[in-house]
Structures are given as structure tokens and as C-alpha cells.
């Protein structure tokens, strides 16, 4: 009986506990590769998450690690003076932002050793702590700088003494902590190391870096240096790296991907499932948006526009349809601006929902988000009949065919009311536009072609 091909999907933050685009991409990848097992290697924020998915029958291991978590060792270096100065070599490539080589400091770090204690108790560790203190931030304390230093690279410990399941192909679906295990994966045990990037990771980080209030500007830079590095690295190791869209593509070259071995791979969906709906007429205008109530789905905006649409057209209904319970401050905070514009009742937080039975009725969709990839609800929409208003995002210009009557800034609110007005006021026009997403859908995004070419990827994997 032929050996069953093992994948290890590696998750940060995503899949199976947080619903979203990414998360359903590996749990439909999951269930259209029946032929495969898949084991799960989860890198969590905290422990015992409510799984938001059933995991199909051919995830035949899950495990979690907690990236916080500090580890006790199980394992011990001979060469504790090396790899600390190879710690130190890959930091200063980090900031140069060159070529990182972490191949003998993989080969002298075990599965089980976390360099915690050592990274500090040691006169190279201390050096390289405190010479980085005074070249980067002298005019802050050391202690200040000590605690900022550990509580980051701890997580970078935790990750290298983990002990990822065993498989055949480590996929990766992001650079940062799941990347650096693909590259451990590869070292350690002699796999092939897949990455896919639907966004990009580190711009994602940075992004949120940038907006915290309570990180010190020194510390900001710290992590974002980190994250940075950790992305290199990646592109740099991996096998194969593959991106939504060709312009992630280019990125993932300046970042140290081979281009021989980079591909785009757009995302793709059930378009028949979709296409099933059977669309009704409802007394007033729909105005939908399917998504997560958290800040980079930007649901603050759709409300500001909902308020400029509504002052116009006093039959709309509004209808953000997701999850509410992911970021509970901020979820707060839009009730309150839904209050505030007093719109509570022609806005509506649905919570999570069969999105086909809002698809049938929807007038118009919204996509607010200040970052995105190559966004699943837009052609979940459009294989329902539903037209879609977006922000200028990822590859959606390129989707929505640069066309300025379904385009918007980022937060530009009175643009989307525009654009939203434009889809209510020309039917045939919006209805011939139609016709045409369709029949790229069809042409690119049909989820049985995605799945043909992850099988034949994996197959060639195994073959070099």
C-alpha cells in the first residue's frame, strides 16, 4: 500500500481558532486534497481557543505551541559560545538587511534547548544586549531596554526548541514565527519547506506596531526589525514560496526569494456552491459587508459611510455579517458610533451567519479593510450576483479592473457612499460589469484548479 503524502500545515494566529480568509483557504485546501493527511502545527497567543472549525477527517494530528510560553530544556548545546555569537551574527544581518546564514546555529541548537538563560547569562549575551542598547536607543534606560529585548526574543527561543509534528512537506501560510519553524523543519530534519503568503506578514505587523499606544518608539523599531528579518529569512530558506498576485510576488523576490521558485497561485472558491443562490427581490437597499468585526477590516468606515448613504437614500438597510467576538473593545466601539450617527435600526451586526442566505438579497457589498490580499468575498459575491464597492487594497484594483465607479481609498468614506450610489443609480451598467466578473471568475478563480496545482506542487516537492 502506497505510503499517504504528509503535510504539515504551520499556523500562526489563523486556522482552526480565528475565522477569516486565510483560515478558510487551508480548511477548504484541507478538504480538496482528501488524498493527503494533514497535521497541524498551531502557534497560539494563548491556551485552551475554542475551535471555530470541524477538523476534517484527514487532519490526523493537531498541536498546539504557545508562543508565549516559556520552556523548560530538555536538551543541551556543546558549543554555548558559538551559538550565541551566531545569535549575535544573524541580529547584525538583520539590521543590515543582508543575506542571513543560520545553518550552524540550527545545527547546534536542538529540538528542546530554548536559549532563555543562556542569551543573557553569558558575558557575549550581556554585550550584545547592551551594545545594542547604547548604538540604538541611548537615551532610554537599559532595564527598559533589557525587558523589551527578552519578552521579544523569548518567543524566537520558544520556536527554535519547539518540536513540530512529523511530515513529509512543512507548509508554512505566512512568514514571522510559522516561517522560522518551516526553516527549523528544513535544517533539522532534512524537509521541504513550502511558504505561501496571502498577505504580507510583516507590513501586517508592522501596521499594528505603528497604531499601539503602548509600545516606546525604540521598542516599535525593535520588533519591527524582527519581523523584518524573520520575513528574509523565509523567502531565503524556503523551497518554494507562493503569492496571491504577481506585485507580492516581486516583493517576495526583494526579500531574498529565488524567482525560479516563486509563483503566484490565485486564491479560488466553489463557484458553483455560489452561483446556486437564488436571488430575491426585499423591500429597500441592501447594503451588506461580510467580515470580522476587528480593526483592519475597518468597520468603523463602513458605518461612517452607511451614515453618508443613508442621509440620501432612507430605504438602505445595512448588514455587517461576522464574527463580533474576536476584538470585544472595538466591537464596542462601533455599536457606539452606529448609536451615535443614530443608525441602530437600519444597522445590523448579525454575529456569524450562513453568508449564502444574505448573498440571495444583498444589493451591494462593502470591503473597508486597510489591508487585504486577494479577498475570497468579493468573488463569493460575485458568483451570487452581488456587486462589490472595495477599498484600494491587495490585489483588488487589479480585480475590480482599476475601475474608479467600485474603487475607494482606504478610509474614504464619502468615496465608498459615492461608489455604493453609483451601484443603486446605474443597474445596467453594474448588471453588464457583472458579466464580465463572472466570466474571470471562471477564467481564474474556480477552486478546483487552485487544488490541481497544490497537488502537483506537493508531488514535485517530494520528487527533488
Request: net charge neutral; glycine share 6%; proline share 4%.
Amino acid at each position: 500500500m502506497e505510503k499517504r503524502l504528509r503535510v504539515c500545515f504551520i499556523l500562526e494566529g489563523s486556522y482552526p481558532y480565528i475565522t477569516g480568509g486565510v483560515s478558510s483557504w487551508v480548511h477548504d485546501m484541507i478538504k480538496g486534497l482528501p488524498e493527503v493527511d494533514f497535521v497541524l502545527f498551531s502557534i497560539s497567543p494563548e491556551t485552551e481557543q475554542t475551535l471555530k472549525y470541524e477538523l476534517p477527517e484527514n487532519v490526523v494530528e493537531h498541536k498546539d505551541i504557545l508562543l508565549s510560553e516559556k520552556k523548560k530544556n530538555t536538551a543541551k548545546i556543546s558549543k554555548k559560545k558559538r551559538v550565541l555569537k551566531l545569535i549575535l551574527k544573524m541580529h547584525q544581518s538583520f539590521r543590515s538587511k543582508s543575506r542571513v546564514d543560520i545553518n550552524e546555529m540550527i545545527d547546534n541548537m536542538p529540538e528542546g534547548y530554548y536559549a532563555y538563560d543562556d542569551s543573557v547569562n553569558s558575558s557575549i549575551g550581556w554585550e550584545m544586549i547592551g551594545s545594542s542598547n547604547r548604538k540604538n536607543n541611548p537615551m532610554y534606560s537599559f532595564s527598559d531596554y533589557f525587558w523589551a529585548w527578552r519578552s521579544s526574543h523569548n518567543m524566537i527561543f520558544t520556536i527554535l526548541g519547539s518540536t513540530p509534528p512529523e511530515a513529509d512537506i512543512y507548509h508554512a501560510v505566512s512568514t514571522g514565527y510559522a516561517g522560522l519553524i518551516g526553516i527549523v523543519a528544513k535544517l533539522r530534519y532534512k524537509k521541504k519547506f513550502l511558504l505561501t503568503e496571502h498577505g504580507l506578514y510583516h507590513k501586517e505587523r508592522e501596521m499594528e506596531l505603528r497604531k499601539a499606544t503602548f509600545i516606546r518608539g525604540y521598542q516599535r523599531d525593535m520588533w519591527i526589525k524582527i519581523y523584518n528579518g524573520l520575513s528574509r529569512l523565509a523567502y531565503q530558506y524556503c523551497d518554494v514560496s507562493t503569492s496571491l498576485f504577481e506585485h507580492n510576488r516581486q516583493i517576495s523576490m526583494e526579500l531574498g526569494a529565488r524567482e525560479d521558485a516563486s509563483l503566484v497561485i490565485p486564491n479560488g472558491i466553489d463557484i458553483e456552491r455560489y452561483s446556486a443562490v437564488t436571488r430575491e427581490n426585499r423591500e429597500g437597499f441592501h447594503v451588506g459587508l461580510v467580515g470580522r468585526v476587528v480593526p483592519i477590516k475597518d468597520i468603523k468606515t463602513f458605518i461612517t459611510m452607511a451614515k453618508i448613504v443613508y442621509t440620501k437614500h432612507p430605504d438602505a438597510v445595512f448588514h455587517c455579517i461576522g464574527p463580533t467576538d474576536e476584538d470585544p473593545a472595538y466591537y464596542e466601539d462601533c455599536k457606539r458610533l452606529v448609536d451615535n450617527f443614530n443608525l441602530k435600526d437600519v444597522f445590523h451586526f448579525t454575529g456569524r451567519q450562513n453568508v449564502l442566505d444574505y448573498y440571495s438579497f444583498l444589493d451591494v457589498m462593502l470591503l473597508t479593510s486597510v489591508r487585504e490580499a486577494q479577498p475570497l468575498v468579493i468573488l463569493e459575491g460575485w458568483s451570487a450576483g452581488v456587486p462589490c464597492v472595495s477599498t484600494k487594497v491587495g490585489n483588488v484594483p487589479e480585480m475590480l479592473d482599476y475601475d474608479e465607479h467600485y474603487l475607494a481609498s482606504s478610509k474614504d468614506a464619502e468615496k465608498l457612499a459615492w461608489c455604493v450610489n453609483y451601484v443603486k443609480n446605474n443597474p445596467e451598467e453594474v448588471a453588464a460589469q457583472m458579466i464580465k466578473n463572472k466570466e474571470k471568475m471562471y477564467r481564474l478563480y474556480d477552486k478546483n484548479d487552485l487544488y490541481k496545482t497544490y497537488r502537483n506542487l506537493y508531488k514535485e516537492l517530494m520528487e527533488t
